[in-house]
């Protein structure tokens, strides 16, 4: 039976970015800004760098750490977004669109992984990582997405910093970001790559 290495430097920093997710949020809800700025900066770094390892050194991937990687980044996402709109940074239509998207790429994840596994599938089995038998591919337009999605929540932060007084053009930047989260969700579900299953 293939067993995955789920204890891997990628799939720690994942994990990490997960768990920075709430304190980010508290930061928020205090009006700390600046905090919440940089320790987002540095929880997106650990997304940066969790790919490179894995693609610089093989024995580092896992085809857990591919569905790993987008999970992290869902929570931590989600956590920001709802902290944003509660206090007024995002609409509530945009967090809406994001976190909608994002809830149907996770049942879809858990839907692939169901199929995946060979019967009898119990829960054990279901929620062990180093049955890894379901790799995770993101499109490119999924890529620039996430990518806009964290310059987002992170510029919401910024500009009241610097005193803008004008919000044109971040409100054009949500439409941006609104528009490529909703494509990108439909490609996802139309792509033949994006999901690769191994039945074990």
């Excluded at 709430?22 to 009006?31: R, T, Y």
């Excluded at 790919?51 to 580092?60: N, V």
């Excluded at 149907?104 to 038998?133: E, I």
Aim: hydrophobic content about 50%; some cysteine.
């Amino acid at each position: 039976m293939y067993k995955d290495n789920i204890y891997t430097i990628p799939n720690l920093l994942c994990v990490s970015r997960a768990a920075a997710s709430p304190f980010v949020a508290h930061l928020i809800l205090a009006g700390r800004n600046t905090e919440a700025f940089g320790l987002l900066f540095v929880a997106g770094l650990t997304d940066l760098f969790d790919g490179m390892i894995a693609r610089r050194w093989p024995s580092q991937a896992s085809r857990f750490g591919t569905a790993l990687d987008p999970v992290c980044d869902k929570i931590l996402m989600t956590t920001v977004v709802v902290a944003e709109t509660s206090v007024g940074m995002l609409p509530w239509q945009l967090a809406a669109v994001m976190i909608g998207r994002d809830v149907g790429l996770v049942l879809g994840g858990f839907w692939y992984r169901y199929l995946s596994l060979a019967p009898p599938v119990t829960l054990h089995k279901f929620f062990d990582g180093s049955h890894g038998a379901t790799e995770f591919h993101p499109t490119m337009l999924g890529k620039v997405n996430t990518c806009l999605q964290l310059l987002l929540i992170g510029s919401s932060l910024v500009y009241p910093l610097l005193g803008l007084e004008t919000l044109v053009p971040m409100v054009a930047f949500q439409y941006l970001v609104g528009s490529t989260t909703v494509l990108s969700g439909l490609q996802y579900v139309t792509s033949n790559t994006a999901v690769q299953l191994h039945k074990r």
